[in-house]
């Protein structure tokens, strides 16, 4: 089964209080999720039955960038099962933004410049495949 969640554009997806990603429309999970959501509009996901959500997001400190290219390493809480996944990275620096070393416990962020970074930046890891 495939819990599908349409909300309207621009909300935020948080961890424990903690943003995680903004600027989200829809959000699809595999089964295994409840789904509730209380009279303000606020979604309550979690697992039963030993469900896996397929999207892990981030945000990394422009201070932990640091060697010349700027370099920095995101680390998952939990490992993918495979390095099957999509990295998409945003910042607020103009950069031409890669990345390194993936692996299921996570990858490094090259912003391709030695120059400092003034803001944050946002990485999204999608597991690759359809869904409905």
Excluded at 43 to 69: D, W, Y
Excluded at 71 to 76: C, E, G, I, K, P
Excluded at 85 to 103: F, K, L, N, V
């Amino acid at each position: 089964m495939t819990i599908r969640i349409q909300v309207p554009p621009k909300f935020t997806v948080q961890s424990s209080g903690t943003p995680l990603s903004s600027d989200i429309d829809v959000l699809n999970f595999d089964g295994g999720l409840s789904t509730t959501v209380d009279a303000y509009g606020k979604a309550t996901i979690s697992s039963f039955g030993g469900g896996v959500i397929n999207v892990k997001a981030g945000l990394v400190a422009a201070a932990s960038f640091t060697g010349s290219p700027r370099v920095a390493t995101v680390t998952f809480t939990s490992a993918f099962a495979s390095t099957n996944y999509a990295i998409i990275i945003t910042g607020s620096d103009a950069r031409s933004w890669t990345y390194q070393s993936r692996a299921t416990t996570g990858f490094v962020i090259n912003a391709n410049s030695a120059a400092a970074l003034s803001g944050d930046v946002s990485w999204h890891a999608i597991i690759a495949g359809e869904f409905s």
